[in-house]
């Protein structure tokens, strides 16, 4: 079988100024990175559409998944080829690659097989340098923190209580927890400190959050970075320096566009992790995607307790936007380890564990019902997997009167997504709108209660005495009415992430609280997490 990069060297491809002009988007409108990639300038958007018929927002989330992924991207772009073989208008809105994953498991963010996005080493490795620009942003708010209270520290800042940390794009561990500032005066106050990934940073969720620039710049002006001796927040305008930030970002703001294999549009801007962060692509991706084509597809990860949950309850709540379906992606592979057989041993066949493991797909799947939306299951099919496995899941599927499809997208692209893509095409036409898990108003409390509970299938949630403190903090602030962001193991719905299946009679834990005042704003809760890469 041909390996990845063999299939894109077996590909010819337009140049990406012929994709932009299918899809509408004037020469004006583009910042070129040379031939295969260019950025669109948010002026697009102000254009009229060119396509008279209403846009469709489609997500793809997925079912709990094992170490390696599931393919909710590799799904995502055979689903918007499978489109396409049918004739239908269509754009992608995807996350852009971290280094982290890219240089650890997984290897890559562009899909596979003959169902990737490229260039895909550009785009897995420093793709037009957004990541770049907002680890500099961070580093930048890092930097001046420090240097204003060297030269006489004005706003009285607390170095005891800076709550802005440090970022970088790579999985460094032994960063994740550091002392700072050693070396003498002149190097700053000794303190505690460290480095998260960038995909978490609060600049990479505003980012990807902000509707436009003056939305960026307010976003970034109320940024939380510290309290001063005084217990009194401080924020980021008062240090008078966002143009700065404003310049670092000035390129990174505006989405960029590939293309698929088969020549799909694709809008790949922004890369936020789903266990530790929002896991959406960028606001602005997603309403180009929209804007224009008549199907926009885009997904969020891991599976649906994490991303999918956070792109309804956040990033749709925010940018006042409208799914009309959900694709659920599962494997057999996933689901023989949901029914208990070895992580090391999936390849071989074993219908009992499949059966054990349909389980979590049950849950997914009244996840999404939940959210009031009308689904497709898809199965992301693996060389391995046999018709009889595939027979069980689909059997169990439409027993519950829920559209089921197989896809082949990894070894036939478009041609093999097709009934994926009919099969969304007959259920997006129902009309049903989405219902959020909570009200801005509920408490913090009640808010991670019924996310706890609903999503992940929680008895009752317990605040350890540091959340506790942290819950006082936000009740001072007046800052309960933002949504919140809960950082867990992926790899189960539980906190813990050895309980795989459908875990029950547990309690979810929650070990602190982290207010993120710029992102939309929302509060970043931390519960017990393994990290992802």
Known sequence: MLSNSDIVKSKTYAPITKIAAKIGINDDDMIPYGNEITKVHLDALTHPR???????????????????????????????????ELG????LALREPSLGPCMGIKGGATGGGYAQVVPTSRINLHFTGDFHAITSANNLISAMIDNHIYHRNKLNIDPRQIVWRRVMDMNDRSLRQIVLGLGGKIHGVPREGGFDITAASEIMAILCLANDVDDLRLRLNRTLLAYNHDGEPVYLRELNFTGSLMALLSDAIHPNLVQSLEGCPAFIHGGPFANIAHGCNSVVATKMAMHHSDWAITEAGFGFDLGAEKFF?????????????????TTVRALKLHGGKEANDLESQDLNAVKLGLVNLDKHMENVQQFNKPMVVALNRFIADTDE?????????????????????????????????QALIDVADTQQEFIPLY?????????VTKVSKKMYGADDVSFTKEAEKDLIQIKKLNMENLPICIAKAPSSLSDDPKLHGRPRDFHVTVRGIQINAGAVSYTHLTLPTIYSV
């Open 50 to 84: 060119k396509s008279p018929n209403p846009n469709k927002l489609i997500l793809v989330s997925a079912t709990t998944p094992t170490k390696a992924g599931e393919g909710k991207t590799t799904t995502s772009i055979g689903l918007a080829q499978g489109m396409q």
């Open 88 to 91: 239908q208008s269509v754009c």
């Open 313 to 329: 309850d956040i990033k749709c709540q925010s940018a006042n936007l409208e799914p009309a379906a959900v694709v659920l992606v």
């Open 389 to 421: 496995e595939i027979d069980i899941i689909r059997k169990h599927v439409e027993a519950k009167s829920i559209k089921f499809a197989e896809s082949r997208h990894f070894t036939e692209g478009g041609k093999g997504s097709v009934e994926l893509a």
């Open 439 to 447: 009200k801005p108003n509920d408490s913090v409390l009640k808010k």
